[in-house]
């Protein structure tokens, strides 16, 4: 029988938990950011609550497909800041969607090509909040446009 520590156990689960509320709430802005850059794209001068409700929040529209309409129409130009967006997007579906185990901590378990693997979840946060950053510093150089 090994040793449990309930405590210690709780506390990583919390820490993890913790961790992809921050993750996901961080997503929802990003994408509420996504819905606006659109919206006012095809709406520059008025506030469109269907489009924006039925459209852009509704459930048929992934981030993915946003990220996809921004590069189609041109809204964002740079490659690079729309490919980092889809990582983001995939960091937030890496915790949101995945199997987590206490016994590895700071290790989400992946399911890839038919074999569990770890992936450090720690490497991976930090990763997001690297590419939040750089969304954040992009939308602030490029408000006025």
Excluded at 26 to 32: D, K, P, Y
Excluded at 96 to 111: D, G, P
């Amino acid at each position: 029988m090994t040793d449990v520590n309930l405590d210690k156990d709780i506390k990583t689960y919390e820490d993890y938990i913790k961790k992809v509320g921050n993750i996901l709430s961080t997503s929802v802005i990003v994408e509420h950011n996504l819905d606006k850059l659109i919206h006012n794209y095809f709406f520059p001068k008025e506030e469109n609550n269907m489009f924006l409700m039925f459209v852009l929040k509704g459930t048929f529209l992934s981030a993915k497909n946003k990220i996809d309409i921004i590069r189609n129409i041109g809204i964002i130009k740079e490659k690079e800041i729309l490919g980092k967006l889809g990582k983001l997007f995939n960091i937030r579906n890496l915790f949101a969607h995945k199997i987590f185990e206490i016994e590895t901590e700071n290790f989400i378990l992946v399911l890839k090509e038919g074999k569990f693997i770890d992936v450090n979840s720690h490497d991976k946060e930090k990763e997001f909040d690297t590419i939040y950053q750089e969304w954040k510093s992009f939308l602030e150089k490029n408000k006025n446009e």
